[in-house]
Antibody, heavy 125, light 110 residues
Framework: QVQLVESGGGVVQPGRSLRLSCAAS????????MHWVRQAPGKGLEWVAL????????YYSDSVKGRFTLSRDNSKNTLYLQMDNLRPEDTAVYYC??????????????????WGQGALVTVSS | QSALTQPPSASGSPGQSVTISCTGT?????????VSWYQQHPGKAPKLMIY???QRPSGVPDRFSGSKSGNTASLTVSGLQAEDEADYYC??????????FGGGTKLTVL
């Protein structure tokens, strides 16, 4: 059973940094890319970033490019999101999500297959 | 403002069918068959309901179906049940822009 557990959320002042972690279990972690998606309070979903299965490729939304950094440790089945120079508009629940799935040698990679329960990040002075 | 446009609300009585639309552009929905739909109950994480326009993951009831025409995708829920009441979000792959979402539709079962 796929399980994704985010941690590291909290309250932080504007301009400061925070690092989120996402611990994965129940599936082979290293073959899959991983996303971060966020949801501001009472608002819709917003894609944040994607890291490839081996960490060599990283993609960011324009809203976080240059401030957020993705990484992963496949030996620990863990995904990270380093968030620097945080802004009040970064306040949101941050979800990690598995990039699609593979079955019978075919991979379906353009959706968010399983989601964690989310970590709340509040940026406020 | 979300990249994809959904109606803010939809409703239907138990047993009825309801369709939620999701309108994008030639750069997302119109260019790729990578539309997906997510169900989100209050305080919970989103759950995948449809991927690649019309594919249902295992465990999702066949009451849920998806389609696409041009720049507009649709999610139809047939035989509405009380537990279907939730927010629904569409998403599309958008090439170099990554992924985009709709603003969400609150589905009410009357």
């Amino acid at each position: 059973q796929v399980q994704l557990v985010e941690s590291g959320g909290g309250v932080v002042q504007p301009g400061r940094s925070l690092r989120l972690s996402c611990a994965a279990s129940g599936f082979p972690f290293s073959p899959y890319g991983m996303h971060w998606v966020r949801q501001a309070p009472g608002k819709g979903l917003e894609w944040v970033a994607l890291i490839s299965n081996d960490g060599s490729k990283k993609y960011y939304s324009d809203s976080v490019k240059g401030r957020f950094t993705l990484s992963r440790d496949n030996s620990k089945n863990t995904l990270y999101l380093q968030m620097d120079n945080l802004r009040p508009e970064d306040t949101a629940v941050y979800y990690c999500a598995k990039q699609g799935f593979c079955s019978d040698g075919v991979c379906y990679a353009h959706h968010f297959d399983h989601w964690g329960q989310g970590a709340l990040v509040t940026v406020s002075s | 403002q979300s990249a994809l446009t959904q109606p803010p609300s939809a409703s239907g009585s138990p047993g009825q069918s309801v369709t939620i639309s999701c309108t994008g552009t030639n750069s997302d929905i119109g260019d790729y068959n990578y539309v997906s739909w997510y169900q989100q109950h209050p305080g919970k994480a989103p759950k995948l309901m449809i991927y690649e326009v019309s594919q249902r993951p295992s465990g999702v009831p066949d009451r849920f179906s998806g389609s696409k025409s041009g720049n507009t995708a649709s999610l139809t829920v047939s035989g509405l049940q009380a537990e279907d009441e939730a927010d629904y979000y569409c998403s599309s792959y958008a090439g170099s822009n990554g992924w985009v979402f709709g603003g969400g539709t609150k589905l009410t079962v009357l």
